[in-house]
């Protein structure tokens, strides 16, 4: 199974964690740290289920079947005598599960297997990224059924039936859909929605919010597009450093969370590297959701995007200056 640049289930949604009486009620803007996953059949399943880590804080994962095993590199039930990018606590024949990571931007891919009663068993794959600040998850509680409808994300979807009338979407699609986002960015608002409007399968969202803050750079959603032939949408995200060093994104570290849903973008047209104060754009395309199915996104949708820094350097290195006198031959 190919490594998944996925985040979560599109069917997931937050767990209720009683609150004390006095509390104030939850803030609906903050990401839930507890997510409920809905198991697809083993032979369903396409991606592993992506959950977001951050160093020294442990995430559990609980199963509806008891666990039999488990196996992946990187794994180690005690850190200081083997070495691992995670620490696991795991007992056969319990339901729950705890991970640890001990290392800055571990990633790796947890395979668990599952007692199903009756005799039969099943394996589910979890993989674990380093997350973005304040999105990592602290538990994690998969479920064999779907969760009550009340329990859905506020999430603008299409509401006609998916069918057999969208195209799967293919690399020269995307390739496509980013220059039609070049194309609407080099010209003014009015502009843009002609000629969104001229092609009656394209629908432009232009969002009202602002810049999100990442400590050392920014990201503002700019507009979405969305292509109804393929129901890719494609996102134009302006990233501003903020610093006096050079930084350095990960490319498989951009994600678009919808509500309570967080999609990955495997498609991400982005230089990769900010110089010092400077702006740039990065253009993402959502083919599908983290399951493989239809996004079935509005371009009207608040997006949160997010994005991965995987290093600050001073763009200015110190060079060795020959005194006269002192130069070795």
Known sequence: MRAARCMAVAAAATLPCGLPRGSPAPDPAVPPSITRVVLAPEGQERLPVTVPTE??????????????????????????KFAGDFVIEAVRGRERVFV??????????????????GGGSRGVPVEFIPAPA??????VVFADEKPPQEAAPEVSLEQRAPGSR?????????????????????????????LAAANPALELGVPSRGPRSFGNFTLTTRFALRDSTTDSLGICVAVANTTQKRLVFDPTGWVVRVGQRAYP?????FPGELEPGAEAIAFLVLGRSPDGGLTLLLPENDFEVSAVLMASVNPRPVRRMPLPGFDTP
């Open 265 to 269: 973008v495997r498609t991400v047209d």
């Open 166 to 194: 969208y195209r799967d979407p293919s690399p020269e699609s995307e390739l496509g859909l980013v220059a039609t986002l070049r194309l609407l960015l080099s010209t003014t608002a009015a502009g843009a929605r002609a």
């Open 134 to 139: 304040g999105l990592a998850w602290r538990k």
């Open 100 to 117: 640890t990571p001990v290392v800055a931007g571990a990633h790796r891919v947890l395979h668990v297997v599952l007692m199903i009663p």
């Open 55 to 80: 160093p020294e804080n442990t995430v559990e994962l609980d199963f509806p079947w008891p666990v039999g095993d488990w196996a992946g590199r990187g794994f180690t039930p005690d850190a200081e």
